[in-house]
C-alpha cells in the first residue's frame, strides 16, 4: 500500500487537473486523424468535454471551499481548511478532526499505522 494520502480538497483539485491533462491528450489524439474530418471533429469535441468537466470541477471545489473551515494544524503550525469532520492538513497530511469522539479511531486504521503511532 503506497498510496500517498492528501486532504480532500488537493485530491479533487488532482483529479481536476488530470481533467485538463486527458482533454488535451485526447484532442491531441484526434490531430493524428486529420485525414478524417468526421474522427477529427469527434476526438476535438470529446477533449472539449473533458476540459469542461475539469472546469465544473474546479467550480465545485470554489463552492466547497467556502463550506471549509480554518484550523491551526498542531503537526506544522500552519492554517489549512478542513473538509468535513475529519480531513487531512494539507501541508503535512496529519489527520486532524473536529470531533473528540473521532480522535483515534476513524485514523488509525488507515492514517495512523504509516506514521505518527507515537502520537
Ligand atoms: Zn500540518
Known sequence: MSIKYSSKI????????????????????????????????????LGLLFIIASTVVYFWIGMLSTRTIQVVCPSCGKTTKMLGRVDLCMYCSEPLTLD???????????YNRKKKKSW
Request: hydrophobic share 55%; aromatic share 20%.
Open 100 to 110: 473528540p469522539e473521532l480522535e483515534g479511531k476513524e485514523f488509525d486504521e488507515k
Open 10 to 45: 488537493n485530491k479533487i483539485r488532482t483529479f481536476a487537473l488530470g481533467l485538463i491533462f486527458v482533454g488535451f491528450i485526447v484532442m491531441y489524439i484526434g490531430i493524428f486523424f486529420r485525414t478524417s474530418m468526421w474522427i477529427m471533429t469527434l476526438f476535438m469535441i
